[in-house]
């Protein structure tokens, strides 16, 4: 049993700040690449930034220079910190992890997600 929870959304107005976190529990060996995705309203959930377990990064070009993905691995958590925020960055923010159970076994899992809005 695996779940990752996410917190730290809210409004905000344009040019603000947010830091998002998705903690990882249960039966978790190690956990693999992490990354955030987001989806606003009439659109397909998109790539936001990436990191692997060894802290490579790359960003979707739209947040490039605005937010940084980071991770720790002795909390199994990992961060998106938002800054310069503009309202076409509000959507439903969603963090995702390769984990590997401790059967051996890999697979992608997802937080539940959380709402980031932004006001112009």
């Known amino acids: 049993q695996v779940q990752l929870v996410e917190s730290g959304g809210g409004l905000v107005q344009a040019g603000g700040s947010l830091r998002l976190s998705c903690t990882a529990s249960?039966?978790?060996?190690?956990?693999?690449?992490m990354r955030w995705y987001r989806q606003a309203p009439g659109k397909q959930r998109e790539l936001v930034a990436a990191i692997t377990r060894g802290s490579s990064t790359n960003y979707a070009d739209s947040v490039k220079g605005r937010f940084t993905i980071s991770r720790d691995n002795a909390k199994n958590t990992q961060y998106l910190q938002m800054d310069s925020l503009k309202p076409e960055d509000t959507g439903g923010y969603y963090c995702?992890?390769?984990?590997?159970?401790?059967?051996?076994?890999?697979?992608?899992?997802w937080g539940q997600g959380t709402q980031v809005t932004v006001s112009s």
């Open positions: 995702n992890a390769a984990i590997i159970h401790i059967t051996g076994v890999m697979r992608d899992y």
């Open positions: 249960g039966s978790i060996f190690r956990i693999d690449a």
